[in-house]
């Protein structure tokens, strides 16, 4: 009789990593890497190029109202970052559904620079399309997502071309 083993195919490297950066995170007030997976999401990918979180720090016992602490690239996004301070708290606590952070010192130094990802030229597409496209979109309300779903399908249209 011989020894089969089955492949089950390849495993997600999502969980050891989680694993992995636990320990190193933790020793940062980070309980877990959702803050910096997602910090594009929260602040935006502007400030997001120029500034990063270094560390949550929270007083003893307690896993609310923290400082996070981030660095700046330099004093412009400083400057950008200070005046959106509160959205940005605000947003993470949204983020974390609990008031997890309630102060953000900002400190400047070496961080390299994001940069701005180039936009794709759009091929050419047929105006009946496009006008069908609209027509589509065109039913709903919110003007800023109805843009937006317009600008997704015109880039799914492109694809097609």
Known sequence: MTDRRK???LATLAPEIRAITKKALGARGFAGSDILEFWEDIVGADL????????????KDNRTHGTLVVKSAGGAFAMLFEHQKERVMQRINAFFGYPAV???KIVQG??????IPQKTVLKTIPKDELQALQEKVGIIEDEE???RTFEIGKALLAKKY
């Open 145 to 147: 997502l109805r843009e």
């Open 110 to 115: 070496a961080l390299k620079i994001k940069s």
């Open 48 to 59: 997001a190029r120029g500034v990063a979180p270094q560390k949550l720090t929270f007083e």
């Open 7 to 9: 492949f089950s195919g």
């Open 102 to 104: 309630s102060r953000i």
